[in-house]
């Protein structure tokens, strides 16, 4: 081989390492819908109006709750397409049984699958992939935090829990978590038990993270920890209950994007790639006076109503307290009803 062309190699593969960007730049993109994956899995693709085989892309997987689908998750992604302005692929893949059990970690293999599928087919910046999802998707998007920190930049839970598995799980990623004080489906105490994964993962500064009273989901109390630079965990607690988005202003969404897009960079100079949209002029509820308030504790040692008992990978108390009993969810998730 020619000593220019060995160099000219060398210096593809050096730039294309340094942007990380995927073997799909450049090629005709498939047309969004919905795909099919082996005999019984599906997704819906949503490619960028516009979109330009040259740029690469931020990739953003959003999951749905339990007894949703996909249909559910697309076209807003939880309120995330409005704000990536047509600058980020979506993804939102469909559960088995309209859940994600992850039985044998089937969910895992099939995010996978639909990752090897994307970044063969469209432009990828690889640094900017995320997930996010409520409940069973929360749950599912942890379980992801876990298992592929190594290709995921970053996770947003909402009103999550272990109900996924966690495998792995002691590796470093930007972990953001939302949760209602008084949430009647997955006890906030499940998405304190996340967050502290996260917090201890990540080489967190401890402090205290106030919640706001029982009270509107509009409210809501914000505490960003310093961490590790480029793996912040926030803690974003609110008054309300098992909600996917609040009544009025999706801030939701706005701080999920604000941590995607921004506060992740913090420390580690600005983003790579240059793709990222800026935030839009955001309307923040302004947060409530920090007042905490005593949350239902457990009796004894017990776990309370709605928080886990038991499952695979689980350490905390496996009673419950009185008038609850532990049932079985799924092989990595008991609860307390
Ligand atoms: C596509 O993206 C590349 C790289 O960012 C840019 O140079 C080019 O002008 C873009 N093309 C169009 C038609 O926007």
């Not at 980020?88 to 059990?101: E, K, Q, R, S, Y």
């Not at 009647?184 to 038990?193: D, I, T």
Request: with cysteine; glycine share 12%; net charge neutral.
């Amino acid at each position: 081989m020619h000593i220019t062309t060995i160099i000219s190699i060398f210096l593809f593969a050096a730039v294309h390492g340094a942007m990380a960007v995927t073997p799909g730049c450049g090629k005709t993109p498939p047309a969004s819908g919905t795909k099919t994956i082996g005999s019984n899995r599906q997704y819906i693709l949503q490619v960028p109006a516009n979109y330009n085989s040259s740029r690469p892309y931020q990739l953003i997987f959003g999951f749905h709750w339990l007894g949703g689908n996909m249909n559910n998750v697309a076209p807003g992604y939880y309120g995330l397409r409005d704000l990536a302005r047509e600058g980020a692929i979506f993804v939102a893949p469909n559960g088995l049984d309209n859940g994600w059990a992850n039985t044998g970690n089937r969910d895992t293999t099939l995010v996978n699958q639909i990752l090897t599928e994307i970044q063969n087919t469209l432009c990828v910046d690889e640094t900017k992939i995320f997930a996010t999802g409520f409940s069973y998707g929360g749950g599912m998007s942890y379980s992801l935090a876990c298992s592929n920190a190594n290709v995921f930049r970053a996770v947003s839970v909402i009103a999550g829990a272990q109900l996924s598995g966690c495998t792995g799980g002691e590796t470093k990623i930007a972990y953001l978590g939302i949760h209602g004080v008084q949430d009647s489906v997955l006890a906030v105490s499940n998405g304190r038990q996340l967050r502290d994964r996260y917090l201890r993962v990540n080489g967190c500064q401890a402090k205290t993270a106030p919640e706001p009273a029982r009270g509107a989901d509009s409210t809501f109390i914000k505490t960003e920890y310093t961490c590790n630079p480029g793996f912040p965990v926030w803690w974003i607690a609110h008054g309300g209950d098992h909600v996917a988005g609040p009544s009025g202003t999706n801030w939701m969404a706005t701080q999920t994007w604000d941590f995607w897009t921004r506060a992740i960079y913090e420390g580690v100079g600005s983003p790579p790639g240059g793709t990222t949209s800026p935030l839009p002029p955001s309307s923040t509820a302004a947060p409530p006076s920090s007042t905490q308030v005593p949350q239902p504790q457990p009796t004894g040692n017990c776990a309370a109503r709605y928080a886990q008992c038991g499952g695979q990978g689980w350490s905390g108390s496996t009673c419950c307290e009185s008038q609850a009993s532990c049932q079985v969810v799924n092989q990595w998730y008991h609860q307390c009803l």
